[in-house]
Every structure is written in C-alpha cells, then in structure tokens.
C-alpha cells in the first residue's frame, strides 16, 4: 500500500488536518496526515465500504429535501 490519497474536500489550508487512505482490493488502510510515520489502521475493504456507505447515507438521509 504505498498510494495514499487525502479527501476531494482537503484544500491547501485545510490539506494537513485530514485522514489520507491506501488500500488493496482485500484491505484500507488509514493514517493521520500530520503524522504520516506514525501507526496505521487497517480495515477490511467491505467494512471500510460499508462504513463510507454509512456516512454518505447520514449525510442525505433518504426523504430528506
């Protein structure tokens, strides 16, 4: 896993206070882009789907105008 990629959302001011994540077909990985040689998460793929899922839904809940 060695391409990490931060947020669309993380602007040039913004682009150090964010997660970056690198994955495989089986496996994401997660670290804070502050702190770049610290520890890692990692997270099965269909978890880390099913979470970004989640939050997508909560953000525009169905019904929702």
């Keep these: ?3 990490w990629r931060k ?3 993380s602007g040039e001011r913004d682009g150090d206070n964010c997660v970056e994540i690198a994955g495989t077909p089986a496996q994401v990985a997660v670290r804070d882009s502050k702190a770049r ?3 890692t998460l ?3 793929a269909a978890a ?4 970004v899922e989640g939050l997508k839904e909560s953000a525009h809940p169905p019904g929702a105008a």
Excluded: E, K, Q
């Excluded at 880390?48 to 979470?51: D, G, L, V």
């Design 1 to 3: 896993m060695d391409i």
């Design 7 to 9: 947020s669309s959302y």
């Design 37 to 39: 040689d610290r520890a």
């Design 42 to 44: 990692t997270f099965p």
């Design 48 to 51: 880390f789907a099913a979470f």
